[in-house]
């Protein structure tokens, strides 16, 4: 059973950064398709950014300038560190895996991936 650890959610001002953790298991973390999600209630998981397994990081549009994935391939474990949060950002925000291969140069959407973390709630307010 692949299990998905996400972490580093909480209450933040608006215009501050914000960085999530995702530990994932080692042969997971090198072999598989990862991507970060977030979800409010009412609305479908909205992709935000992949790593496949080759390293490649690709992003959504909606994210582009804003967000940075970086893996952390010591600790297996994978950041996503939001600037300039915003209201809108408030959602919960999931870790994702497939061990089927990432498309090269786009994000999958949610029902690509079988494995999901259970998720961390940021929620941005002043």
């Known amino acids: 059973q692949v299990e998905l650890v996400e972490s580093g959610g909480g209450s933040v001002t608006p215009g501050g950064p914000l960085t999530l953790s995702c530990k994932v298991p080692?042969?997971?973390?090198?072999?598989?398709?990862l991507a970060w999600f977030r979800q409010v209630p009412g609305k479908e998981r909205e992709a935000i950014g992949k790593?496949?397994?080759?390293?490649?990081?690709t992003y959504a549009d909606f994210v582009k300038g804003r967000v940075t994935i970086s893996p952390d391939n010591a600790q297996n474990t994978l950041y996503l560190q939001i600037h300039n949060l915003k209201p809108e950002d408030t959602a919960t925000y999931y870790c994702?895996?497939?061990?089927?291969?990432?498309?090269?140069?786009?994000?999958?959407?949610?029902?690509?991936?079988?494995?999901w973390g259970k998720g961390t709630q940021v929620t941005v307010s002043s």
């Open positions: 994702a895996a497939d061990d089927k291969a990432c498309p090269f140069d786009f994000v999958p959407p949610a029902p690509f991936f079988a494995v």
């Open positions: 080692e042969l997971t973390y090198i072999y598989y398709c």
């Open positions: 790593r496949d397994s080759t390293g490649r990081i």
